[in-house]
């Protein structure tokens, strides 16, 4: 028999030194555990889309009309008195727009613009953010549960708050001596001058609240 050739033994793998095999080590650890992305600003990675920022303009044209009916109150109508009577400009436009939004949105709108309104120094005394809010969120619930949405319908409930504003104005003046029964007339006087001004006021404040859609749920 032919004899077998033999094998040639295998090559014996490179023996490497400590620091060799520290090196590769290193290098294998950083190529494992690589630092994460640095993460991008807000302003970068936060974008408003058309809706919102149609939205955003609608409560800003909101804020707008709040203060220009309260600088026109201050500087003009509270000069002009019929009867001893003026207007209550800025309260009318904050519950127009309260009932216009519904309860939904209109309670937290509500409860922002009266606290506003009292640090503006125009309001008569601080009860008037509870009057407002109470009789604004009650105006709108009215509204929605027995009467369908309507122009007629949203002024009317809005007229109606005012008025139990300006009534509860003159009840927390009486008690806390600040005014007396016989000026009665002249707060319902305020109510009706400031309701007429609120019925064409309506379609501002209306047009104003169908910038980037409706809010509103019934």
């Known amino acids: 028999m032919a004899e077998k050739k033999k094998r040639r033994p295998a090559p014996r793998a490179k023996e490497r030194t400590l620091t060799e095999l520290f090196r590769s080590n290193k290098r294998s650890t950083r190529n494992e555990f690589r630092p994460d992305p640095a993460a991008s600003t807000w302003l970068k990675t936060r974008k408003l889309t058309r809706q919102q920022r149609l939205r955003l303009v609608r409560w800003l044209l909101y804020a707008l009309i709040v203060v220009m009916s309260l600088v026109i109150q201050d500087v003009i109508l509270s000069q002009m008195r019929l009867f001893g009577a003026t207007t209550d400009l800025a309260v009318g436009a ?84 600040l005014t007396y029964w016989g000026r009665l007339p002249s707060f319902l006087l305020t109510s009706l001058y400031t309701c007429l001004i609120m019925i064409p006021m309506y379609s501002l404040v209306y047009k104003t609240g169908l910038i980037g859609g409706n809010t509103w749920k019934e």
């Not at 002024?155 to 008690?175: D, H, I, K, Q, S």
């Open 94 to 177: 904050i519950l127009l727009i309260t009932v216009i939004e519904g309860t939904d949105v209109g309670s937290l709108f509500v409860l922002i613009a009266s606290s506003l309104y009292w640090f503006s120094g125009s309001a008569p005394t601080p009860i008037c953010i509870i009057l407002i809010t109470a009789f604004g969120i009650g105006a709108t619930m009215f509204r929605q549960m027995y009467w369908h949405r309507s122009r007629g319908t949203l002024t009317l409930c809005a007229c109606l708050a005012l008025t139990a504003y300006e009534l509860g104005l003159f009840v927390t003046g009486v008690m806390q001596g």
